[in-house]
T-cell receptor, first 111, second 113 residues
Framework: GESVGLHLPTLSVQEGDNSIINCAYSNSASDYFIWYKQESGKGPQFIIDIRSNMDKRQGQRVTVLLNKTVKHLSLQIAATQPGDSAVYFCAEKAGANNLFFGTGTRLTVIP | EAQVTQNPRYLITVTGKKLTVTCSQNMNHEYMSWYRQDPGLGLRQIYYSMNVEVTDKGDVPEGYKVSRKEKRNFPLILESPSPNQTSLYFC????????????FGQGTRLTVV
């Protein structure tokens, strides 16, 4: 089955710095990827998605990069703010009708 | 306001006592799914539904049932709960797994003693 994981379980950054959260996936057939943010006591919240025919996609303060060669996905958050502190998940879809989620990275923003 | 509503938010029950966790969405989404979230394991899909009367197993369906009689509702049923079903449960809906974003409910924390 698919394997979605994260390189680092925790990440601490200074307020105002950029954050980079990484995700590795194992199924080369995966064609759709999503990043979610989960704050304490809440459900996951969609941040940004990317299809496999793209290498990069930008949103408001966030950028997702996809490297299919090494099966790697990253989420970049510009000018990280205290409100960005949360657990971030990547998820992948590979042809079937369900998503596979990674275990998450906890981002802590230091004021 | 677009939302996915789960009830109850918290539930403590005893082994073997049937329970239902309700999920309702107001976005006319066709796709709905249930996940459980456990420490170190992330989100794992239990069941999903592509549309009314169309349901299918996810990764961890054992011990669970679902139904999709109406587009907006997708209840999760535990016929005989066991302690290993103690977990945090999330319902989600979307236009499709590859289309747009999935909206998640606030979660239901279930404890089976």
């Amino acid at each position: 089955g698919e394997s979605v994981g994260l390189h680092l379980p925790t990440l601490s950054v200074q307020e105002g710095d950029n954050s980079i959260i990484n995700c590795a996936y194992s199924n080369s057939a995966s064609d759709y990827f999503i990043w979610y943010k989960q704050e304490s006591g809440k459900g996951p919240q969609f941040i940004i998605d990317i299809r496999s025919n793209m290498d990069k996609r930008q949103g408001q303060r966030v950028t997702v990069l996809l490297n299919k060669t090494v099966k790697h996905l990253s989420l970049q958050i510009a000018a990280t703010q205290p409100g960005d502190s949360a657990v971030y998940f990547c998820a992948e879809k590979a042809g079937a009708n369900n998503l596979f989620f990674g275990t998450g990275t906890r981002l802590t923003v230091i004021p | 306001e677009a939302q996915v509503t789960q009830n109850p938010r918290y539930l403590i029950t005893v082994t073997g006592k049937k329970l239902t966790v309700t999920c309702s969405q107001n976005m006319n989404h066709e796709y709905m799914s249930w996940y459980r979230q456990d420490p170190g394991l992330g989100l794992r899909q239990i069941y999903y539904s592509m549309n009314v009367e169309v349901t299918d197993k996810g990764d961890v369906p054992e011990g669970y049932k679902v139904s999709r009689k109406e587009k907006r509702n997708f209840p999760l049923i535990l016929e005989s709960p066991s302690p290993n079903q103690t977990s945090l449960y999330f319902c989600a809906s979307s236009l499709g797994t590859g289309i747009g974003s999935a909206f998640f409910g606030q979660g239901t924390r279930l404890t089976v003693v």
